[in-house]
């Protein structure tokens, strides 16, 4: 190995203490030729067919032995929260405990060892697996119809609306506004942008919830969809809904539902029965499948009659006998597909994640689900509104909104608040969101969490509180102390953007200084 | 329930602070007509763990696994060995369950290899800049088309008869969505079209595959040229990332956004997904690339850590002036895939590409000698395809029988195009036997007949 090399791996050592361990990035240890896996040798004598297309020069990609590549990613993992570690109350994000009995079932070969373009006799099991996770679906929420294959949840908003889109066109009307409360989550107007409809937001009234009669002031022939949270992202339940869902119906409009908060009313209320059209579902979010540090997730998404022949391609049907999937518009007899919106058939990983959890829950689990939700975010709402600021009356659904009025002339932020939290072993809330209330907490609990976990996150916010009154500035903007890296600096990252690492590997610029690693040159 | 920890005692505790008597209060604002007042009925109730693993066991036991027989399917998503320490690493609670990291003193495990993951995807595709997923090849491969529109400020997308039909679908129904332009060559199994001719001063980009759906391997570098001449940009798609182990890769021939499908690297099959779409493009291009991205910076104390940057294309912030809708990504499949790339290393995936084209090569000079059989490329890495002398989807679903899984028909892409009825999609990789060739060959013999 070079000088540089090892010196990147000795500072490293030298900055480790006990667990808190320095981890150089995989690039600062390669070594050229090393390969943490075994192959057999290529055969000599064979003839290839790549034309001249070889690559020529170096990839640039270091070689790292298996011990190396375990230790560096464990050493990674132990840098980082998981629900796993520690609570993690992020408000519309629904940090559930997420089984592990999914994983052993998402990986049993017959669904991990699938190809989806297998002949279609031969993936019976995994069709049905399908159907009975769209069943599920289609009972927990009311709804007749479920498209399956959106790939998480902004996906499934795209899925809604292109439905709506492809019903109006059907209907010979062109409408080109969409409705969006100003506390909507920012993928329903990027999504609603996208196809081609404006915006227009509609005011919350003195109670957090849409102001009906502004609604209806905007309602109109050139209104296509109103989308709504529901409950909405300050965690209250809109209790005009079905007024709500009258008026749009009246302007011959569609009602789309975002079903980011659905885990507040899974198995004890039916979106149908609200009045929704189209909702979305985030198997991510109320289905337990992992995050995984930012996906994947799914975005099945359930339809109304009127919707339900408009869907994306493909959907599996049962045609007596066996399942079957329809992959173009050539075979779809009852529904006027409007395309393919990803590749092959949907997010299979999280389908087994998900039915398994459903159905280890069963009707009865998710009631309580449900139910715990609610309980837990409301002990946090009666426990805090004291010591906090909450701008709506309780109750709240599954999740509790405050905003920074309690902070007003401590110098203290938010975001500092936050920070100061993690030091205290707990994940923060979600921060800055929703936009309608300055400086917004929004803690969502979940279900899985222990009345003593949330006793003691009470009681650190309600410490932190007084500390931050009591005029501790620096103490904050000092947060954190005791994790691996102390704040960071978003504006430099962003002022001078470093997406890759630019340097050489160490080693083998010492072998093959000539050698560039093959890539476009820079264009000044 | 064993996922839900509160006690009758704990719930009675929590109503009296709360100050009401029942969780029903809590749901007062439920229109009447709307609330429950039980569970579903018509659904079953919760079951114990060994129930569901029995039912699930059940569904899987219905299906055929393409590692219990000969295989040989590609056509955008490609088996290789995934060594057993990826799961291992993947499984870890403080990588499975956390979130989009959004507290980076928290989350420095997750932005890290987000960042090593870039730069991989940067070096394989030979590209300056990359993103930290999309949720796959298809999706990619549209967003790059939109973000050509963007740059360009044109409307008018020529598209490959050459590109996998999953992505060329998906940029149509795009198209059709969100209103803008294709012009959509014919399927081109014999690699003839000259799309070169088709850009104009209204072209945004041309978007082409290498190797291409019939597994022909394509050098774009005159395209480019004719592209840039244009003003248009060049937008070329891989779908089997573990080419790029040995055949010059898109940045080299001067390509302007490279979309790719990584599930070859550190993903099984999964039927389909999730899988991961890599997209990388010019430095130029930053501020108009979709997707989260990764960004180095420093700490209070001087120390080099990472953060989410340049949130101000990303919907959170830009809302309906977003650069794309794109929120959850694909995370742990781009975890996967750095997992497995770092194990292999440079000499690993540069000798695992050339088993996978020597097995090729040998699946081809096989398959040559059958009766009536034609191996239409000249060119490939480890797909191609057979001209059979009957319509393929018969035969493939006779071999299923056996169980053999023989390829991909090209007609399950193209129904009722007669021209293509009789092509035969096939791959070989690292894991293709001498023995299953031989079976493989001597059923498609007997079919053929």
């Known amino acids: 190995m070079s000088t540089k090399t090892t010196e990147a791996a000795i500072a490293a050592m030298k900055a480790s203490k006990a667990l808190n361990i320095e981890e150089p990035m995989l690039f600062e240890q390669g070594a050229s030729g090393r390969s943490g896996v075994d192959l057999p040798d290529v055969p000599k004598d064979y003839k290839p067919r790549l034309g001249n297309l070889r690559r020529e020069g170096r990839i640039g990609l270091p070689g790292l032995s298996e011990p190396q590549v375990v230790r560096h990613f464990t050493r990674l993992s132990q840098k980082n929260f998981g629900i796993d570690s520690a609570f993690y109350p992020l408000g519309s994000c629904t940090m559930k405990h997420n089984p592990r009995l999914n994983e052993k079932v998402a990986r049993m070969p017959g669904f991990a060892d699938l190809h989806p373009m297998q002949p279609q006799s031969t993936v019976q099991g995994a069709l049905e697996v399908i159907d009975q996770l769209a069943h599920w679906l289609k009972t927990l929420t009311g709804m007749p119809a479920v498209a399956m294959s959106p790939g998480a949840g902004a996906h499934g908003e795209f899925c809604g609306l292109a439905s709506i889109k492809s019903a109006l066109q059907a209907r010979g009307e062109s409408r080109t506004k969409v409705l969006v409360p100003e506390s909507a989550h920012g993928t329903n107007p990027a999504t609603a942008a996208a196809l081609g409809f404006t915006v227009e937001a509609i005011p919350a009234n003195e109670r957090g919830r849409v102001n009906l009669d502004a609604l209806k002031a905007k309602l109109g022939p050139d209104v296509a969809a109103l989308m709504l949270t529901n409950p909405n992202t300050c965690g209250l339940f809109e209790y005009d809904i079905v007024k709500i869902a009258e008026a749009v119906h009246a302007a011959g409009a569609y009602f789309y539902c975002d079903g980011a908060n659905f885990n507040a009313i899974v198995g004890r209320v039916r979106p149908a029965d609200l009045g929704i059209d189209v909702m979305h579902i985030n198997l991510h979010k109320t289905f337990s499948t992992p995050h995984g540090g930012g996906g994947p997730g799914a975005g099945p998404v359930v339809m109304a009659e009127s919707l339900a022949p408009f869907v994306p391609l493909p959907y599996v049907v049962h045609d007596g006998t066996s399942f079957r999937l329809v992959e173009h518009a050539s075979d779809a007899t009852d529904h006027k597909p409007f395309g393919r919106i990803k590749g092959f058939h949907g997010q299979m990983g999280m389908f087994t994640r998900a039915l398994a959890y459903i159905l280890s829950h069963g009707a009865d689990g998710l009631w309580q689900v449900a139910s715990d939700a609610v309980l837990n975010a409301n002990y946090i709402l009666a426990s805090l509104k004291d010591v906090m600021s909450a701008p709506f009356e309780g109750p709240c659904m599954h999740e509790a909104l405050f905003d920074d009025r309690f902070l007003k002339d401590t110098g203290v932020s938010t975001a500092d608040m936050a920070k100061a939290l993690i030091d205290r072993g707990f994940h923060p809330m979600t921060m800055y969101f929703p936009l309608v209330v300055h400086g917004a907490f929004l803690i969502e609990p979940t279900e899985t969490e222990t009345k003593e976990t949330l006793d003691a996150f009470i009681t650190a916010l309600g410490e932190l509180s007084q500390k931050a009154k009591k005029g501790d500035v620096d103490f904050f903007k000092q947060s954190p102390y005791h994790t691996p890296r102390r704040r960071l600096d978003e504006t430099r990252a962003a002022r001078q953007p470093v997406l890759v690492w630019t340097g050489d590997l160490g080693d083998d610029a010492d072998e093959d200084a000539d050698e560039e690693p093959e890539r476009a040159q820079k264009v000044a | ?449």
């Open chain 2, 1 to 449: 329930m064993r996922y839900l920890p509160l006690t009758e005692t704990d719930r009675r505790e929590m109503l009296a602070k709360i100050g009401v008597s029942s969780v029903d209060e809590l749901f007062e604002d439920v229109p009447v007509t709307a609330r429950l007042k039980a569970p579903i009925k018509n659904l079953p109730n919760h079951q114990p763990e060994y129930e569901v693993e029995r039912a699930m066991a059940g569904l899987a036991a219905k299906n055929v696994s393409a590692g219990s027989c000969p295989f040989f399917i590609g056509a955008g998503a490609y088996r290789h060995h995934v060594p057993a320490s990826v799961d291992q690493i993947l499984l870890r609670g403080e990588f499975l369950t956390s979130y989009t990291p959004y507290q980076p003193e928290v989350a420095q495990g997750t932005l890290q290899y987000l960042f090593e993951f870039q730069t991989q995807v940067a070096r394989l595709t030979g590209m300056e800049i990359a993103n930290a997923s999309m949720y796959d090849g298809p999706t990619g491969c549209a967003e790059a088309v939109m973000m050509a529109n963007r740059v360009t400020g044109r409307n008018r997308a020529v598209v490959s008869g050459a590109l996998h039909p999953h992505y060329r679908e998906t940029i149509e129904t795009m198209a059709e969505l969100t209103e803008f332009d294709l012009e959509v060559d014919a399927p081109d199994p014999a690699g003839t079209e000259n799309l070169a001719a088709q850009v104009n001063e209204e072209t945004s980009c041309v978007v082409v595959q290498t190797p291409d759906f019939f597994g022909r391997l394509h050098d774009y570098t005159a395209l480019a040229k004719a592209c840039h001449d244009q003003g248009a940009l060049l937008v070329v798609v891989v779908t089997e990332v573990v080419s790029l182990g040995l055949l010059k890769p898109p940045g080299a021939m001067g390509a302007d956004i490279v979309v790719a499908e990584g599930q070859g690297i550190g993903n099984g099959l999964n039927f389909g997904g999730p899988y991961v779409g890599l997209f990388a493009t010019k430095e130029k291009y930053i501020r108009q690339m979709p997707g989260r991205v990764c960004g180095q910076t420093v700490d209070a104390e001087g120390r080099r850590g990472f953060v989410l940057t340049l949130s101000t294309r990303e919907q959170h912030i830009r809302r309906e002036k977003a650069t794309s809708n794109i929120c959850t990504n694909s995370g742990l499949c781009a975890l996967g895939f750095t997992i497995h790339l770092s194990l292999l290393g440079e000499a690993g995936l540069t000798k695992l590409a050339e088993l996978n084209h020597a097995k090729a090569v040998r699946l081809a000079e096989r398959l040559g000698t059958i009766k009536g059989c034609k191996v239409v490329n000249d060119t490939f890495f480890n797909e191609f395809t057979v001209q059979l002398p009957k319509p393929a989807a018969a035969i493939v679903d006779e071999l299923a029988k056996k169980p053999i899984l023989g390829g991909v028909p090209v007609s399950r892409f193209f129904p009722g195009n007669k021209d293509l009825a009789n092509l035969l999609l096939v791959t070989a990789t690292e894991l293709t036997t001498e023995g299953d060739i031989e079976t493989f060959a001597k059923a498609l013999s007997e079919a053929c007949q």
